[in-house]
């Protein structure tokens, strides 16, 4: 049985806002099991005794003093942006009528 | 026919839950050194960290860390051992980098609670508000929504961001499910957040200001029909800014579901807005469909893994909780019950301790802050320490107590300081206020005022006393209301061998 099957590649690609052809689809869920079959062979290597991770670095508690430092200046900042206006950034409409 | 408020607490009972969002006051943002102005020129307080550039990484503000662990003790919850930030994914432009930073399954403060108490029929009410979890997350950008018909986010052409706010810290406060609130559920939703205000206002780690966003509550609330053991279909009414609306909101909503319960229509899990105006909700987002945030731990941040001494020095800073302060300052002031809540309820508390540390006494303190000064501010709508400062009060009071000032008097120098016309002092000056307290300009006066009512000066010789106010009143009339009336019975009564 597949990890993942085409369906919920589908609806990640949904989630993700990235629109995909249907030959896109059965190519990418054919692949990511392939990745996720190679995942799950790390995942029995790893004993009860081993806690998930999600850092390579065995550290905790990295902080910062609550101290302001300069920001961009707003040119800077909008510099990047396909359109502004009144110093903000410009986003095409992002819900139509109900 | 539809049902109101009465009708539908008879019919169905309210399942509630609070989510209270509260903007920590740190100067500078979540994962970056951004400041955290409010009202700031838009765009003017981003970076790369905030503006999710690629490459940019965040760094955990310390203080924000503190003040959250701080919350959760004041909150009486467990702090929790091991912590981490998760990703939340969603497509809005209210937070540049596609995701919110905040945490998961692995929250940092959790198991918690808070007593609040209401007015019931039965008198007072203690009701124990459970907290599920307190976790740190980041605030989001502004959007202003550009033309379209409404001026809201639906059809609107486009629409503006302003991202100072983005990573600002936001520590999020969920309850439990408050049960068996019955009919008292807006007062209870209220109460809870009128109390989690004043210890967050206590341990100084927000401004607190509902009416600018720095505390918001959303209210979760499902109705079932009574004794009938099942759980309805919730909605949940968003960023509720201020405690009288947070009241009304759930007594709104509680209408809206009883009402389409009653006709036969079924509740829609979804996001509300509340409305200042009709005091209802209209619907927002569904949420009919699942959301699908696709949390996963934040890898650029690492674990908090807060020790026991480090709990245990905050644990040290924690204040007086503000129901004890209440009391030791109730007790203190020797204040009945119902003054007492009306000082408390006028948010007045610490400006009437901060008069009565100067020396003021606590009685005369109490009466100019809610009397006089509260009526000018309430007529003005502002808060009355923006009109006048603690130590003119307190002068003020002094100058009543030393005899300098009559309650008249005072009056028009409390009015004279809001005024614009400078200290106290100057007022009295300018005015030429100061009570005439030289006896022999006050026996002037009563001399006249005898020889002009021979017949009323006889009657007081003759021991009718009552008979002296109209004396009375007519010296105070001859010094413009400038003598202490208590000093000029003094001495009339003295003057007439009394």
Redesign the interface.
């Known amino acids: 049985m597949s990890a993942i099957s085409r369906d919920e590649v589908a609806?990640l690609a949904r989630?993700a806002?990235i629109s995909m052809s249907d030959a896109e689809l059965d190519h990418l869920a054919t692949e990511m099991d392939v990745i996720l079959g190679a995942v799950a062979r790390v995942q029995e290597v790893a004993g009860k005794d081993v806690p998930p991770t999600?850092?390579p670095?065995e550290?905790?508690?990295?902080?910062?003093?609550?101290?302001?430092?300069p920001?961009?200046?707003?040119s800077e900042?909008?510099s990047?942006a396909p359109a502004s206006?009144?110093?903000?950034?410009?986003?095409?409409?992002?819900?139509?009528?109900? | 026919m539809s049902l109101n408020y009465e009708q539908a607490v008879e019919k169905y009972e309210p399942t509630l839950g609070l989510e209270v969002h509260v903007e920590l006051n740190t100067k500078s943002k979540m994962f970056c050194g951004c400041a955290t102005e409010f009202g700031a020129q838009p765009n003017t307080q981003t970076c790369p960290v905030c503006l999710g550039l690629p490459g940019s990484l965040p760094v955990v503000n310390k203080k924000a860390i503190e003040s959250t662990i701080l919350i959760g003790l004041a909150l009486n919850c467990t702090i929790a051992p091991y912590s981490r930030f998760a990703r939340k994914n969603y497509f809005y432009p209210d937070m540049p980098k596609n995701f919110q930073t905040s945490q998961y399954d692995e929250p940092i403060c959790v198991n918690g609670y808070l007593d609040v108490e209401i007015e019931t029929d039965d008198g007072s009410k203690s009701f124990r508000v459970e907290i599920e979890r307190v976790h740190m997350e980041e605030d989001t950008g502004k959007s202003l929504h550009v033309g379209g018909s409404t001026g809201r986010i639906h059809g609107a052409d486009y629409s503006l961001l302003d991202y100072n706010r983005a990573g600002i810290p936001l520590v999020e406060i969920v309850t439990r499910i408050i049960p068996n609130t019955g009919k008292y559920a807006p007062q209870v939703a209220r109460a809870y957040v009128a109390s989690l205000r004043d210890i967050l206002r206590g341990l100084k780690v927000s401004d607190v200001k509902m009416e600018q966003g720095s505390l918001r509550c959303d209210v979760n609330l499902s109705l079932s029909e009574i004794n009938s053991g099942k759980l309805g279909t919730r909605s949940e009414t968003k960023n509720v800014n201020s405690l009288r609306s947070v009241e009304r909101a759930v007594n709104g909503e509680f209408i809206r579901q009883a009402n389409r319960l009653t006709s036969g229509e079924r509740i829609i899990q979804e996001t509300r807005h509340f409305l200042e105006e009709s005091g209802q909700t209209r619907p927002g987002r569904s949420k009919e469909q699942a959301e699908d945030y696709r949390y996963f731990p934040e890898p650029d941040l690492v674990p908090v893994i807060p020790d026991n001494k480090w709990i245990e020095e905050l644990r040290k800073t924690l204040p007086e909780k503000p129901s004890d302060r209440r009391k030791r300052l109730q007790q203190a002031w020797s204040v009945p019950d119902k003054e007492m809540s009306a000082i408390v309820n006028a948010e007045l508390l610490d400006t009437v301790e901060e008069t009565v540390l100067l020396g003021a006494d606590p009685t005369k303190a109490r009466s100019w802050w809610l009397g006089e000064i509260s009526r000018i501010a309430n007529d003005r709508s502002v808060f009355p320490t923006e009109l006048i400062s603690v130590k003119d009060v307190y002068q003020i009071i002094t100058l009543i107590s030393q005899g300098e000032l009559t309650d008249k008097l005072a009056r028009q120098v409390v009015e004279g300081v809001i005024a614009g016309e400078g200290s106290p002092a100057d007022v009295i000056t300018k005015r030429g206020l100061k009570v005439v307290s030289d006896d022999s300009q006050l026996m002037k006066a009563i001399e006249d005022a005898i020889a002009a009512a021979p017949e009323t000066a006889d009657r007081v010789r003759g021991g009718n006393i009552p008979a002296a106010g109209a004396l009375i009143g007519s010296v105070m009339k001859a010094t413009g209301g400038k003598a202490d009336a208590a000093k000029v019975r003094e001495l009339l009564l003295k003057h007439l061998g009394q």
């Open positions: 609806n989630l806002r999600s850092h670095l550290v905790s508690n990295v902080v910062r003093e609550d101290q302001v430092v920001s961009l200046t707003p900042a909008l990047g206006h009144e110093q903000r950034f410009k986003v095409p409409q992002i819900l139509g009528e109900e």
